[in-house]
Every structure is written in structure tokens, then in C-alpha cells.
């Protein structure tokens, strides 16, 4: 399966919003980075966007604005960019998978026991609870190696790992086990409002000044920085507290430097000097991405077709997948 002789890695991510500076320095710029180093799979994960309530025009443009930045951002047009629905296989073998899992096992997810206290079992869709099988159905289709995951995502791929056991103990070597990829660099970026909360899509809903999307306009960059949270103090003293801390880390990690250095260059300098810089290094990171996204987008008809093509491409492994697993169980 690994035609190139590389490790295969997939990668998924929601087209749910326009994706953060998070996102960006926590994932899409590692996978920028190491596509070269494996045989990569990149989806946007259409389906696992609807488990929560999506204006479907919306959807619709969150996905081509999703492919456009990630091309933008430096995903090769080579590379197997895809959207998840265009391949119908990954629904189909998600429910093999939940007919071979306990609820137990999906039950004691950590994302389903939130949401269901948070909004109540009459409120969410069967879809979050069921989240974690589609999840695996993505990885295994491909027979992928890693999957680069935040410790959020941790306890779903280790579900990922448990149901292709028990498929594997009950029907022999069917499906690749994959392993968690860890990027530590950058995977902590908070929210400028809250530096307590990992900086989310979802609470950016409602609280534009918590992220800085990767799409804004420089003015608007400057102004959500001003903006962010900091310490008591007068100035930059270590330790910091987490609103200083997640400034210089959004500064440490575009700039590639370490905390002796950051810690160096900013101790004792008044918070508009900091929030200045974390200013320039930000927009100076994002405007070639921003030009090369409106480029990408002045022609849509093309960037539908890249990503048809790549699922063409793509479906004869994940049927191939289905096909053998649907024959171990019986259905074909």
C-alpha cells in the first residue's frame, strides 16, 4: 500500500470555520513542512463537520476556503488533498465499525461526555457519539502508519486502535494499526481572550476577538492582539502568566526560536512592545499565504476539480479497504 516507500500519514481537519492561527501552527504548518518526509493523505472532514448544526451554504464555501488555504499555505498540488464525502467508502465502513463497537467504548469519549453535559442528550445528534468511528474509518481506509493528533484528539485515535484490533482478533490481518505523530511545537496555541482555553474555531463563533484567523487583514491582526489578554504586571517578567506566555508563544513558534531567546528579548519590555512584535511576526507569516489564497480562489471551477481528481485518485484504496473488510464480515 505504501507505493512510494514512505510512511503513509493522514491528516484531517473540519471546514466548520476559516481556520486560526491555531490551526496553522499547530497543524497545517508541520504538515507543510514534513509532506515530503511521507506519503500523505489530507482530508477535509465534510462529514464530521455536520455532527453539529451547518448552514449548508456555508459548509459549502468553509470547504473550498479550507482547500484554498491549506494549498496556499504550501500543500503541494501533488500532495492528496481531498474532501472526505466525495469518497463514499469512509461511511460505509464507519458503520461496520460501529456495529463492531460496544457503546460503552463511545460512551466514555471525553468530547461526547462534554457536549452532553454541556448541551444535554436531546440536544446533539447521534453523530457525536458515533464521531470516533468515522474518525477510525478515515485512518484505516488508507492503511495509514501515523496520524498527527493533539492530545485532544488522543483518546480517539486510541479507539482507532482498539476497534482495528478487534477486527483484526476477529477476522485476521485486515487493517493497519496506526500510531499517533506528535507535534509538540506550537500545539498550545490559547485563545488571546482566554489564554486557559486552547484557541478553538467554535468559541470564535461567538467571540471573533479569541483567534486570529488566517485570513484577516493585517489591521484587523494588530487590533485583536492589542486586545489580548496579559498579566498585572507593567511589563513582560518571567515566569509569565498565561496570557504573556501565549503571546510569546505564538511569537516563539512563528519565529523558530527557543524560550531562553524569546525570554532574552522581551524581559522587562512593556506589553506594547511584545503584542507589537507578535503583531509583525504574525502578519509578516500570513500575507504571502493570504496572496496566494486569492489567487487559488479567483478560479473555484479548478479547485473543485483538484480536489475531485484526488479523490478519483484516492477511492480504489479505501474501496479496496471496504471491500475486504465487507467480506470478512459477510456482506460480500
Not at 451554504?57 to 501533488?78: N, P, S, Y
Not at 467508502?89 to 461496520?96: F, G, P, Q, V
Amino acid at each position: 500500500m505504501q507505493s512510494s516507500g514512505k510512511p503513509r500519514v493522514f491528516s484531517g481537519i473540519q471546514p466548520d470555520a476559516t481556520p486560526h492561527l491555531g490551526n496553522y501552527l499547530g497543524a497545517i504548518r508541520n504538515w507543510v513542512r514534513n509532506q515530503d518526509r511521507y506519503d500523505n493523505i489530507f482530508c477535509i472532514v465534510d462529514l464530521h463537520a455536520i455532527t453539529l448544526p451547518q448552514d449548508p451554504a456555508k459548509l459549502r464555501e468553509f470547504t473550498l476556503e479550507l482547500a484554498g488555504v491549506l494549498l496556499a499555505a504550501g500543500i503541494k498540488e501533488d500532495q492528496a488533498l481531498f474532501v472526505q464525502s466525495h469518497v463514499p467508502a469512509h461511511a460505509e465502513l464507519a458503520w461496520i465499525f460501529e456495529c463492531f463497537t460496544p457503546i460503552g467504548w463511545l460512551e466514555r469519549m471525553t468530547q461526547f461526555k462534554d457536549r452532553t453535559a454541556r448541551h444535554g442528550s436531546e440536544r446533539i445528534g447521534a453523530g457525536v457519539l458515533t464521531y470516533p468511528s468515522l474518525m477510525a474509518a478515515d485512518i484505516m481506509l488508507y492503511g495509514a502508519k501515523y496520524v498527527p493528533v493533539g492530545e485532544d484528539q488522543r483518546q480517539h485515535l486510541e479507539y482507532t486502535r482498539d476497534i482495528g484490533q478487534r477486527m483484526n482478533q476477529r477476522f485476521g490481518n485486515l487493517l493497519v494499526i496506526p500510531e499517533p505523530l506528535i507535534e509538540k511545537a506550537g500545539a498550545e496555541i490559547k485563545g488571546l481572550d482566554d489564554p486557559e482555553k486552547k484557541m478553538s474555531k467554535s468559541i470564535a463563533r461567538d467571540n471573533a476577538g479569541h483567534a486570529i484567523f488566517m485570513l484577516d487583514a493585517p489591521d484587523v491582526i494588530r487590533k485583536k492582539l492589542a486586545r489580548a489578554q496579559t498579566d498585572a504586571q507593567p511589563a513582560v517578567t518571567f515566569p509569565a502568566g498565561a496570557g504573556v506566555r501565549n503571546l510569546l508563544e505564538i511569537y516563539r513558534t512563528i519565529k523558530d526560536q527557543d524560550w531562553p531567546a524569546v525570554e532574552r528579548e522581551f524581559a522587562g519590555k512593556p506589553y506594547s512592545v511584545l503584542k507589537s512584535a507578535v503583531a509583525d511576526a504574525v502578519i509578516e507569516v500570513l500575507t504571502p499565504i493570504q496572496h496566494r489564497y486569492r489567487e487559488i480562489r479567483s478560479d473555484d471551477a479548478a479547485l473543485i476539480q483538484h480536489l475531485r481528481q484526488a479523490a478519483d485518485r484516492l477511492a480504489p484504496i479505501a474501496n479496496q479497504t471496504l471491500q475486504r473488510v465487507q467480506q470478512a464480515v459477510g456482506l460480500r
